[in-house]
């Protein structure tokens, strides 16, 4: 992926043939994620490091390339080494540029460091609209009464401003956009194999947000019997296994989901569910809680499922997107067909000389904050 820009609407499915670039959009909404808790570095250390995500292609391709006249060749880098990422919504833009930091003697001269960040307004970045800038070590923004003031002089290049330029009193625009973003929920990493904590009895205590891997699935259900909307959690249960209910038994503290199923004399524990019909339950605890994400990202949520579950699934993320802003990531057609005709919005990837693209779709103006 080189430079793709997405425009998002209330409900999106994002699809695509394997290595069109969708691991890879997935993976940049969550970089944005850790660059709100001071954890980028850890992230992409954990990807191979910067140079793992910078685009493998030459920097530019000519037409005469494109339309097949001469062969694709390498050409001398010219431009900075650069990672962009960045979004726009209703109530904040904001944009992150990460760099290889100058030749040094430090051995952590590999580690990426932040060359400039912003924060703004309205459609995209313009100087009338900017509540905070960062360039280098600098932050410069707006103080509660409006007046444009220093927020950091001398940042760490390895931290970005959202987590070390500002408290919900000295900045709190900067503290309202990291809140916002740190909400953001991303779910690929459901487990629903034996060893599998969803399986297993676990302590039980308030949980408003299902853990990734789902090992907390019996208190998100108990949290939504006693919190959230326990008829749209029968309804959900219902629709996908007719005449079926789910309980949680609590033994000394410790939390088991069990569910009742028609024809049977006792309740199937988590530990005798099928994968699908487990992974299914993991996906209504993440949708229904109490505690709506802003951005919900489900990665290949029909993963394990038998095909009579997906039109359930897809009621259930069509109602998941009343609250919150939904992006499902999947190939199965049957799910992507059922989303798109209850209205979601669909984009379909493709690559052409390696670069990912968007088909029939124009990419929206974004403005990238200046180094």
């Known amino acids: 992926m080189r430079n793709i820009s997405l425009p998002l609407e209330r409900l999106n499915v994002i699809t695509g043939p394997n290595g069109s670039g969708k ?20 992230a992409l250390a954990i990807e191979g490091g910067l140079s793992s995500t910078l685009w493998a292609g030459p920097e530019r391709i000519s037409s005469a ?40 003697r430090s051995l952590f001269n590999r580690d990426p460091e932040i060359k400039a960040e912003a924060i703004w307004v309205g459609e995209y970045l313009k100087r009338s609209n900017a509540l905070a800038t960062r ?25 970005s401003m959202i987590t ?34 969803s399986r297993r009895p676990q302590v039980g205590t308030r949980t408003l947000r299902l853990a990734e891997d789902g090992n907390d699935i019996a208190a998100a259900m108990q949290t939504i019997i006693e919190l959230g909307d326990v008829n749209a959690l029968a309804d959900a249960v219902d629709d996908a296994f007719p005449e079926s209910r789910i309980e949680i038994n609590e033994t000394d503290g410790f939390f088991e989901l069990r569910l009742h199923q028609k024809g049977l004399l006792r309740p199937l524990r988590a530990a005798e569910l099928s994968d699908g019909t487990l992974r299914f339950l993991l996906i209504t605890a993440a949708l229904l809680t109490p505690r709506p994400a802003s951005l919900l990202v ?28 939904v992006i499902v990531v999947s190939h199965a057609n049957s799910l992507i067909e059922a989303l798109a005709n209850a209205g979601a919005q669909k984009l379909s990837l493709f690559k052409e000389f390696g670069e990912t693209h968007i088909e029939g779709v124009g990419s929206p103006k974004f403005v990238w904050p200046k180094r």
Request: glycine letters at 8%; zero cysteines; a negative charge.
């Open 298 to 325: 489900l990665n290949e949520p029909e993963t394990s499922l038998h095909v009579d579950l997906i039109p359930a699934l897809a009621r259930l993320i069509v109602r998941a997107a009343q609250e919150s802003q």
């Open 135 to 159: 360039t280098g070590r600098h932050v410069a923004g707006l103080d509660m009464i409006g007046n444009r003031t220093t927020l950091a002089s001398n940042l760490a290049p390895f931290d």
């Open 23 to 42: 691991s890879s959009l997935y993976r940049a909404i969550q970089l944005l994620v850790s660059a709100s808790q001071g954890s980028v570095t850890n």
């Open 65 to 104: 390339v494109k339309r097949g006249d001469h062969p694709l060749q390498g050409t001398v880098r010219k431009d900075p080494i650069s990672l962009r990422l960045g979004f726009a919504s209703d109530d904040f833009g904001y944009a992150i540029d990460l760099g290889l930091p100058a030749p040094g």
């Open 164 to 197: 070390h330029a500002a408290g919900p009193k000295d900045a709190p625009e900067i503290y309202d956009l990291r809140d916002q973003i740190r909400s953001w929920r991303f779910y690929d990493q459901l487990r629903t194999d034996r060893d599998a904590g």
